[in-house]
Antibody, heavy 123, light 110 residues
């Protein structure tokens, strides 16, 4: 059974940092591109970041570029999102999601999602 | 402001049919596959439709998807109270080089 389990959620002050983790199991993690998608309270879904299966390529939404870093450790079957210079508008539930298809070659989709990790940015 | 446009809400009676539209442009829907997700209250999104009109295993055939030009549609027949949820369309945007979603549509089964 495919499982994605996020951890690292919490309360952080504006300007602070936080690292989210996403532990994967039930599939060959190293074979899949992974994304982070977030959802602000009461709002819709927003793409945050992507990483290729071997970690060699990373992509970011303009809203987080330069502040967030996506990475993965295929030996530990774990995806990470290091978040820095956090702002009020970064407050959201963050989901890790497994990607199928080719995003830049006809489009991709998310077939499995984690349960989400709540990041609260407040003083 | 979402890149893809969905109606904020739709409603219908149990047993009836409803459609949810998703409008985009040539840089996203017009040249890429569309997927649809169901988000029940307090839970993570769940894949309903992928590559415009395909259902993952376990998704009943009451759910269907279609695409024409720069728009896509999710159809749900035989509505049940358990279908009450938020529904999101998603795709890739070639100009933005990011994934994009619609703002979500809240389905109420009256």
């Amino acid at each position: 059974e495919v499982q994605l389990v996020e951890s690292g959620e919490g309360l952080v002050q504006p300007g602070g940092s936080l690292r989210l983790s996403c532990a994967a199991s039930g599939f060959t993690f190293s074979s899949y591109t992974m994304h982070w998608v977030r959802q602000p309270p009461g709002k819709g879904l927003e793409y945050v970041s992507a990483i290729s299966s071997n970690g060699g390529s990373t992509f970011y939404a303009d809203s987080v570029k330069g502040r967030f870093t996506i990475s993965r450790d295929n030996s530990k079957n774990t995806l990470y999102l290091q978040m820095g210079s956090l702002r009020a508008e970064d407050m959201a539930v963050y989901y890790c999601a497994r990607v199928r298809g080719y995003c830049t070659g006809g489009g991709c989709y998310y077939d499995y999602w984690g349960q989400g990790a709540l990041v609260t940015v407040s003083s | 402001q979402s890149v893809l446009t969905q109606p904020p809400s739709v409603s219908a009676a149990p047993g009836q049919k409803v459609t949810i539209s998703c409008s985009g442009s040539s840089s996203n829907i017009g040249n890429n596959y569309v997927s649809w997700y169901q988000q029940l209250p307090g839970t993570a999104p769940k894949l309903l439709i992928y590559e415009n009109n395909n259902r993952p295993s376990g998704i009943p055939d009451r759910f269907s998807g279609s695409k024409s030009g720069t728009s896509a549609t999710l159809g749900i027949t035989g509505l049940q109270t358990g279908d009450e949820a938020d529904y999101y369309c998603g795709t890739w945007d070639n100009s933005l080089a990011t994934g994009v979603f619609g703002g979500g549509t809240k389905l109420t089964v009256l």
